[in-house]
């Protein structure tokens, strides 16, 4: 069965200089200024209020995160690393019978995804790296990186939400197999009946030869996690406050950020580090472009990440709940992170069997 084109727009279509797709810009926009202003209307109207995670990586957002996994205090970064140099042959080998994509969700810098890469040019095995990332800033530096120091890799970046990239995955017919890539405790910024919802649906777009490798940020000293979302040099702060600028500069606000300061802080009872923008008097912000006022009183917060930490046993039953077996467990050498290899649970179809193309 020949599986529907992500958006009206196939990836063997995209002319050859077009190294990332960028399908917000398509028919379908799906981050165009009317989705940025809805997600905002619709937050800054509930109680309490809330903006989704994902607007903080404009391109400064993204630079700015870059930033943040070089602090010494952001831990999770330097830990999944080092998994992943122990670990990589031992990782692809999950998927290398057979020619495969890696295929990155929310990508970033992928830096830490050229560890795999790099390792599997070694290997010599037939594989295509399809990052796929929100922010066209990031993609941009990826993509362009990857051609400029390692011109022989086949490289498609899109840039598109991870529902976008999941039906990307559901749309590829070609029989090879994915190396599904979800790093960097992304699944920690969903809570867990998202995560379950999220990773069944990617399940749904999987293959029986396909992997899933899964970064979890492993529960631990709180002091630390505490340390890791409020660094000493303030970047975490500059990067939760740079979302008042992009609505300032994409919806037209007037949010002055000296009256707003960062909040991080763990509740320990649902394990999240949660992140917050804190209105530090009474005031009232004009975004021009939704054409209302908002109001703030003092000390009222703005909810806008979660970061979920797991025990072994949650990532246990998390996989279960959403249809996978856990095939393989690293760990960093302190135990504060996991990268774990699932395979999703589910009866070959003929395409499976046979080689691929
Ligand atoms: C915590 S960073 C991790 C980056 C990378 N995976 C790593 O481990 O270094 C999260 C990345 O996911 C992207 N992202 C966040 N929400 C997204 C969404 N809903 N759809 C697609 N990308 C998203 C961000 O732009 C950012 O680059």
Known sequence: MTRPPVLGVPLNDAKTDDLYLDLTQSNQRLNSDQELGYEVLVGLSS????????????????????????????YPTR????????????????????????????????KKTMILVEEAQRMKVDFRFVPIDISAGAMRGLV???????????????VAEYTAGVRWLASQSDGRSNLVLFL?????????????????????????????LIGFDLKKDIDRLLAAYNDSEGVTAEFNLNLLDRLNKELEADFDRSRWR??????????????????????TVHI???ERLFTFEPWEPIHTEYSYK?????????????????????????GWFSDDVW???????????SPAE
């Open 184 to 212: 960097g405790s992304n699944i920690g910024n969903f809570d867990r009946a998202n995560a379950r919802g999220f990773l069944s649906r990617l399940w749904a777009s999987m293959r029986v030869t396909d992997r899933l």
């Open 79 to 110: 830990c999944e690393e080092q998994i992943l140099r122990a670990y990589a042959r031992e990782i692809l080998n999950s998927v290398a019978k057979r020619p495969f994509n890696i295929v990155d969700l929310g990508a970033g810098d992928g």
């Open 262 to 283: 960062h909040f991080g802080t763990y509740n320990v009872f649902s394990g999240a580090m949660e992140s917050y923008l804190v209105s530090m008097e009474h005031q």
């Open 343 to 353: 395979a999703p649970i589910k009866r070959p179809v003929e395409a499976d069997l």
């Open 47 to 74: 109680l309490p209020k809330r903006l989704p995670s994902h607007l903080i990586y404009d391109d400064r957002g993204s630079e700015l995160f870059q930033r943040i996994m070089g602090l010494p205090e952001y």
């Open 144 to 158: 362009s990186r990857v051609r400029t120091e390692h011109p022989d890799v086949a490289i498609q970046g899109l």
């Open 288 to 290: 021009n472009r939704l």
């Open 310 to 334: 797991y025990l072994p046993a949650d990532m246990d039953s998390l996989a279960a709940d959403s249809g996978y077996r856990v095939e393989a467990r690293f760990l960093d050498q302190d």
